[in-house]
């Protein structure tokens, strides 16, 4: 769809960065953003809102909106954005399939690195073994 592809080639606007377009059959479109130096705020949302609005429909109900609790984080591209972040992970580990709440600290080549505050300890987790991210509250 031609308005997808305009609304793709915006980005990134002002250190803000697309995740996901939602399309939906009343007219609503949902575009859901990110930073990689911290939490969106409000006026991110609204900095996004004003510039796309000068080409959407105006018949679409146009709906701004930051990853929340839940986010499934099923991209390499995203996991930038997730730095810091309590995430849920479900992985395999040998023969096992392990689900823990971590703290995601960072990015290694092929690993992702993790902290479990609990048991004070840094968990390496290679990506292939990863099944599914989620942000965690």
């Known amino acids: 769809m031609e308005l997808i592809k305009r609304i793709e ?27 990689e130096d911290g939490r969106i705020t409000v006026g991110d949302c609204e ?7 000068t080409f959407i429909p105006e018949e679409f109900d146009l ?14 591209s995203e996991v930038r954005f997730f730095i810091g972040e309590k995430v849920n992970i479900c992985y395999k580990e ?3 399939i392990i689900n823990k709440v971590l703290n995601l600290k960072s990015e ?6 993790f902290e479990d505050k609990r ?4 968990i390496y987790i290679n990506k292939d073994n990863i099944i599914k991210m989620k942000v965690e509250l």
Do not use: M
């Not at 930051?66 to 991209?75: L, Q, Y």
């Not at 048991?119 to 840094?122: C, F, P, T």
């Open 63 to 76: 709906v701004v909106q930051s990853p929340g609790i839940g986010w499934e984080i099923n991209k390499d």
């Open 108 to 113: 290694e080549g092929e690993n992702l690195i």
């Open 94 to 96: 040998k023969e096992k």
């Open 9 to 35: 080639n915006e980005f990134p606007i002002k250190g803000i960065y697309l995740l996901k377009i939602d399309i939906y059959k009343q007219h609503k479109l949902t575009i859901t953003i990110a930073k």
């Open 119 to 122: 048991k004070k300890q840094i």
């Open 47 to 53: 900095i996004v809102s004003k510039r796309l609005k």
